[in-house]
């Protein structure tokens, strides 16, 4: 008897988890990440869809509204968040943009998991299907004032995998995570950013 209790209690969470959306899954994905770290790779396309660049670092993320993405390849970047606001910084041109976090919605993706973008106010979410073994979520702008047509997030299973980003000048971008670390404590000073000495500073 207990045997079959047992059986059945696993069968359960089989039907259960089996039963969820990709759009579920990205909502208790949210719901229950606080920090997360990861490689990433970058891969912006050409217009015919071919690999143009392709970069690659360090993605990290403290809900709610900090963030931080270290390039470091091909190029030096850095785009740090601290809850208020943002770091746009170029190695190569020893510059260094900044803007509050409502000035910058857009201009980086990490703003949509960082907590501080409401998705289902913000965008119609749409099951878009799967491809590259990843469950694609397809989210379209509410507002015309967006910097981008659509977004698109895919899901490994109950797991942030990759975003496809196709912004209002026909660009697409594509970044996949890798090696992914969930909820594991992160020093404050990641999301901390002085201004090299040197840099032209532009914004507030």
Do not use: C
């Amino acid at each position: 008897m207990m045997i079959k209790l047992v059986v059945l209690f696993f069968l359960n969470l089989s039907v259960s988890y089996a039963e969820q959306t990709p759009i579920q899954q990205l909502k208790k994905f949210l719901h229950n990440t606080r920090t997360l770290q990861a490689n990433f790779k970058q891969v912006s396309m050409d217009e015919h869809g071919n690999p143009a660049q392709i970069s690659s670092g360090m993605f990290y993320l403290q809900r709610p509204g900090k963030f931080r993405w270290n390039y470091t390849q091909p190029f030096v970047q850095e785009i740090v968040a601290n809850g208020d606001k943002v770091w746009f910084y170029d190695a190569d041109l020893e510059q260094v943009t900044i803007k509050t976090l409502d000035e910058s919605l857009g201009s980086t993706p990490a703003l949509l998991l960082s907590g501080k973008v409401n998705l289902e106010q913000n965008f119609i979410l749409q099951q878009q299907g799967v491809d590259e073994d990843l469950s694609w979520i397809r989210l379209t702008p509410k507002s015309e004032q967006s910097n981008y047509k659509r977004i698109l997030i895919g899901m490994h299973k109950d797991k942030l995998a990759g975003m496809e980003l196709s912004d209002n000048f026909g660009q697409l971008t594509r970044i996949y995570f890798l090696n992914i670390k969930i909820n594991q404590k992160l020093p404050e000073k990641i999301f901390d950013f002085v201004v090299p000495e040197g840099a032209d500073v532009f914004g507030q």
